[in-house]
């Protein structure tokens, strides 16, 4: 099993990425300003040490009676190997020696005396030289934190521009996949400043106007399709009227009049896809409309209406999506295999602006409830008898139309009888459905 996947927003790594740069150089830099401030100082205290020391030789040279002075000694049994090595070698020289309890190092100068002894001096590194690199290194690491908060700030502000930029990239592109070709992804994100989103923005874009032009296409052809044989496959039903009565011409007329279905809904389908079609409203009692249509179209349908509300809508187009569910209800409703052979009745049930159709049966393939209906896609393992698949395809269209929403959904069976679950459709109409010219009404209210 693999571990969940840790989500992290574009904004917070840029900011850390800065960050943790910024948080490098600047411990770089403050290393070796330390590091040249440090030596620096200890290069001019040797030089110091060194002026103060041949001051003093040549005061000890010639003094009378010869004795060191300013703190000097003759032959200090605490010189440095290392200078002990230079005065050998009959020259001078400084040296610092730092000590392991860490405090401040001792600076050295030492030279050798013609008579062969060795003068020489050391000082503690000064107090002041100290302090200063105290101060040196808190500001160090003040300016340090200082860079990494400034760096995490610049990485925020920068990573929220691309961010938000992306975000409104990537919900265009979610309203593009639902259908929505005429969105730019391009003019979604905005800006002024032009970055590789707006690269993405324009790939988007070109394959939204590709796809776009591919299903106008595909809507023309089968559009133009459909209207070529409307008219052989009335000629087709006319002549079938004209065959002698008998079981092969009951035959002929039912596929006829199958094929004439499927070429009205092919042509159906193609006008709802091409968005021309306007709803015709009128002022309608939902419970009451319903209740009446569907005892016209299945009278053994049971209706319950909880509640009862006016809506504006077409009354056509919504006795058209009750019709198709109804048909679909009735025709995948029956029992799943090993239930009670009793056929339950198709419930209808209307509360407020909502409307449910539930069945009985196996419920909606799991492909229709993940995707929702496509054309010419049933869902049934044996195709014949079963229909086209259209008929939800076009319920879900004329909902759209209505500015409707249609929903799928399955009953649960668990801890119900057999053959208590089921498929729900459930239509919801909105609270303003468009006019007649594509728009929302303007709702004005009496005083």
């Known amino acids: 099993m693999k571990p969940p996947a840790l989500r992290t927003g574009v904004r917070w790594k840029i900011a850390v990425a800065i960050a943790a740069v910024g948080a490098l150089i600047a411990v770089t830099l403050s290393l070796v300003v330390h ?11 040797r030089e110091v040490q060194m002026e103060r020391l041949l001051f003093a030789q040549r005061m000890y040279e010639s003094s009378k009676p010869k004795e060191p002075r300013f703190g000097t000694k003759i032959n200090d049994p605490m010189l440095p190997p290392q200078l002990d090595q ?3 070698d009959k020259r001078r020289g400084t040296y610092v020696q730092e000590h392991s309890h860490g405090g401040p190092p001792d600076v050295w100068a030492a ?19 100290a302090t200063i690199m105290k101060d040196l290194d808190r500001a160090l690491i003040i300016g340090s934190v200082s860079v990494v908060f400034g760096g995490c700030a610049l ?3 920068i990573g929220g521009q691309l961010s938000r ?12 996949a639902q259908g929505n070709t005429d969105v730019r992804v391009r003019d979604a994100i905005g800006g002024v400043v032009r970055d590789e989103t707006d690269e993405l923005a324009r790939a988007v874009d070109a394959l939204t106007d590709a796809l776009h032009e591919r299903i106008e296409a595909e809507r023309r ?7 070529e044989l409307r008219t052989p496959v009335t000629g087709l039903l006319t002549a079938a009227e ?17 094929m004439r279905t499927l070429v009205e809904d092919v042509l159906e389908v193609a006008r709802l896809d091409s968005a021309s079609e306007r709803a ?3 002022e309608i009692a939902l419970g009451e409309f319903v209740e009446r249509r569907v005892r016209a179209l299945d009278p053994e349908a049971v209706v319950h209406v909880v509640h009862e509300s006016w809506v504006s809508t077409d009354p056509r187009r919504l006795e058209r999506i009750l019709g198709n569910l109804l048909a679909n209800a009735a025709k995948h409703g029956k029992p799943p295999a090993g239930a009670d052979e009793r056929r339950l009745p198709v419930e209808v049930t209307v509360e407020g602006r909502v409307v449910r159709v539930r069945d009985h049966g196996p419920g909606f393939p799991e492909a229709l409830l993940r995707e929702g209906p496509s054309r010419f896609r049933t869902g049934a393992s044996d195709r014949a008898g079963q229909g086209h698949g259209l008929g939800l395809t076009i319920a879900a269209g004329q909902a759209r139309v209505l500015g409707a929403r249609l929903t799928f959904r399955n009953a649960a069976p668990e801890g119900t009888p057999a053959g208590a679950g089921g498929a729900i459709a459930v239509l919801w109409l909105p609270d303003h459905a468009p006019t007649n010219t594509g728009s929302f009404p303007m709702i004005k209210f009496a005083d």
Not at 165 to 176: D, E, M, P, Q, S
Not at 221 to 227: K, R
Not at 242 to 258: I, K, N, S
Request: aromatic share 2%; glycine share 6%; charged share 25%.
């Open 35 to 45: 590091n040249s401030a440090r030596v620096s100082m200890l290069d001019n205290a």
């Open 86 to 88: 230079l005065m050998r």
């Open 111 to 129: 030279v050798p005396l013609a008579n062969g002894d060795v003068l020489s001096l050391h000082i503690p590194f000064a107090d002041r030289s």
């Open 155 to 157: 990485g925020v502000l």
């Open 165 to 176: 930029r992306l975000r409104k990239a990537a919900a265009a592109a979610g309203r593009v």
């Open 221 to 227: 052809v089968t559009a133009d399709i459909a209207h």
């Open 242 to 258: 004209l065959l002698p009565p008998g079981r092969p011409t009951e035959l002929v007329r039912d596929r006829a009049q199958a």
């Open 280 to 282: 015709e409203l009128q």
